[in-house]
C-alpha cells in the first residue's frame, strides 16, 4: 500500500480566501493524484484528476499541482459552497488509497 | 446520465455476512472498460477501497479484506454485489460503489453510500 498524508487535517477560512492544502505520498506515484470534495451525507465528488486537470464542471478556481511524492490543491477564492472535507487519492498502485481528509470551515 | 445506487442489509450481526448490491443505470454496465468498486467510510479509518471488477469478470481484493470478501458482476441485470463474511464491529461504515475508467483511473461515479452497521 501507498499511505497518502494530507495536511492540515483541518483549517478555518473565510469566504475569499485563498487556501492550499498538501498531500504527500511515501513514494513517487507520478501524477496519478486525484482530488475529491465531499460534503457531509454526501459521497465524494472528483474535483482534479492527473494531478492537475480539472473534472468536467468543476469551477476553475480549484486547481491542482505536483507529481512525483508531493501535490497541493489550491481554491484561489473560497466560496460558501466550498467549506467540505477534501480529500486525495492515488491510482498508481493497487489498491488505491486516500488520504485521511481535510476538513474546511468557516472562520 | 450514469447514476449508482447501493441497496442491501443495513443492519447485520457480528460474524455473519453483509450483502451489498449496486445497480447501475444511464448505461450497460458492460460498456466501455470501466472498473466497478466498493469502497467504505468509518470515522477512525476514513476511505478505504474494498475490491473492483471489470464486467468480464476480473477482479482484484484490497489485501486487508481478501480472505473475507467477493465481488461479481451480473450483467443480466446491470449490478455488481459485495459480500463480507465474519464481518465485526470494525465493518460498520457507510459503502459505496463507485465506476473508474481504469483502475488506475480515479473514480469519476459514485453511489450515494448506505449506512451497515454491525450489531447484535
Known amino acids: 500500500d501507498i499511505p497518502m498524508t494530507q495536511s492540515p487535517s483541518s483549517l478555518s477560512a473565510s469566504v475569499g480566501d485563498r487556501i492550499t492544502i498538501t498531500c504527500r505520498a511515501s513514494q513517487s506515484i507520478s501524477t496519478y493524484l486525484h482530488w475529491y470534495q465531499q460534503k457531509p451525507g454526501k459521497a465524494p465528488k472528483l474535483l482534479i484528476y492527473?494531478?492537475?486537470s480539472l473534472q468536467s464542471g468543476v469551477p476553475s478556481r480549484f486547481s491542482g499541482s505536483g507529481s512525483g511524492t508531493d501535490f497541493t490543491l489550491t481554491i484561489s477564492s473560497l466560496q460558501l459552497e466550498d467549506f467540505a472535507t477534501y480529500y486525495c487519492?492515488?491510482?498508481?498502485?493497487?489498491?488505491?488509497?486516500f488520504g485521511q481528509g481535510t476538513k474546511v470551515e468557516i472562520k | 446520465q450514469l447514476q449508482l445506487q447501493e441497496s442491501g442489509s443495513g443492519l447485520v450481526k457480528p460474524s455473519q455476512t453483509l450483502s451489498l448490491t449496486c445497480a447501475v443505470s444511464?448505461?450497460?454496465?458492460?460498456?466501455?472498460?470501466?472498473?466497478w468498486s466498493w469502497i467504505r467510510q468509518t470515522p477512525g479509518k476514513g476511505l478505504e477501497w474494498i475490491a473492483y471488477i471489470y464486467y468480464s469478470g476480473t477482479t482484484y481484493y484490497n489485501p486487508s479484506l481478501k480472505s473475507r470478501v467477493t465481488i461479481s458482476i451480473d450483467t443480466s441485470q446491470n449490478q455488481f454485489s459485495l459480500k463480507m463474511n465474519s464481518v465485526s464491529a470494525a465493518d460498520t461504515a457507510v459503502y459505496y460503489c463507485?465506476?473508474?475508467?481504469?483502475?488506475?483511473?480515479?473514480?469519476?461515479?459514485w453511489g450515494q453510500g448506505t449506512l451497515v452497521t454491525v450489531s447484535s
Open positions: 492527473a494531478a492537475s
Open positions: 444511464g448505461a450497460s454496465i458492460t460498456s466501455g472498460g470501466y472498473s
Open positions: 463507485a465506476r473508474a475508467n481504469n483502475w488506475n483511473y480515479p473514480f469519476d461515479y
Open positions: 487519492q492515488q491510482s498508481y498502485s493497487l489498491p488505491p488509497t
